[in-house]
């Protein structure tokens, strides 16, 4: 049962360029969504994260809008630069209702090509 | 800058042997979670921990798996019998608080290789 989805298993942008990566979800009770990275050979990485009372929140060049009418959260990574190069998963949780666990999407490879 | 440490960062075993992975959370975190991934799927929830005793498990986490704080720094988890699909990378994650939002931060992980 899959319950965030990430349909895009890879992208790849030019440097300087906007790098969009999107995510849905299917359980209508998350209200807390995070985005993830993840180097190879390492753990994920905290990136930045939304709460669902919000429907943006930035952070330097990280920008997550959510779209809770559609269960739809997107990152939006302006400008792309060749170290931000990795997979990015999107994860969500429902404190209030499935504990503190978070749920993961499969993650998009993100390539910034020089 | 605190952080989640694991050990082993690989470990290679015989089906059917027992292993033990062993992590250290950021110390004034007071949750604490396995998640797995094998490799080229999703990174799945196993467990989370709180106030000494398991707080959420998934299906994966069967009797053959137990987690344990032995003492005040160190959080583990055990693989009784490993099977050959137990083959997959294990992080270790702690959060800060009990409830409410909060991001979890994770090890490096241990990559395990069942043979």
């Not at chain 1, 992208?11 to 995070?34: H, K, P």
């Not at chain 1, 330097?60 to 997979?87: C, E, M, Y």
């Not at chain 2, 027992?18 to 949750?31: F, G, K």
Request: aromatic letters at 14%; a negative charge; one cysteine or more.
């Amino acid at each position: 049962d899959q319950q965030v989805k990430q349909n895009s298993p890879s992208l790849s942008v030019q440097e300087g360029r906007i790098s969009i990566l999107n995510c849905d979800y299917t359980n209508s009770m998350f209200d807390y969504f995070l985005w993830y990275k993840k180097y190879p050979a390492e753990g994920p990485t905290f990136l930045i994260s939304i709460s669902s009372i919000k429907d943006k929140n930035e952070d330097g060049r990280f920008t997550v809008f959510l779209n809770k009418s559609a269960k739809h959260l997107s990152l939006h990574i302006v400008p792309s630069q060749p170290g931000d190069s990795a997979v990015y998963f999107c994860a969500a949780s429902a404190p209030g209702y499935t504990g503190n666990q978070f749920y993961f999407g499969t993650g998009t490879s993100l390539t910034v090509i020089p | 800058e605190p952080e989640v440490t694991q050990t082993p960062s690989h470990q290679v075993t015989q089906m059917g042997q027992e292993v033990i992975l062993r992590c250290v959370p950021i110390s004034n975190h007071l949750y604490f979670y396995w998640y797995r991934q094998i490799l080229g799927q999703k990174v799945e929830f196993l467990v989370s921990f709180y106030n000494n005793e398991i707080s959420e498990k998934s299906e994966i986490f069967d009797d053959q798996f137990s987690v344990e704080r032995p003492d005040g720094s160190n959080f583990t988890l055990k693989i009784r019998s490993t099977k050959l699909e137990d083959s997959a990378m294990y992080f270790c994650a702690s959060s800060e608080f009990v409830r409410g939002n909060t991001e979890a931060f994770f090890g490096q992980g241990t990559r395990l290789t069942v043979v």
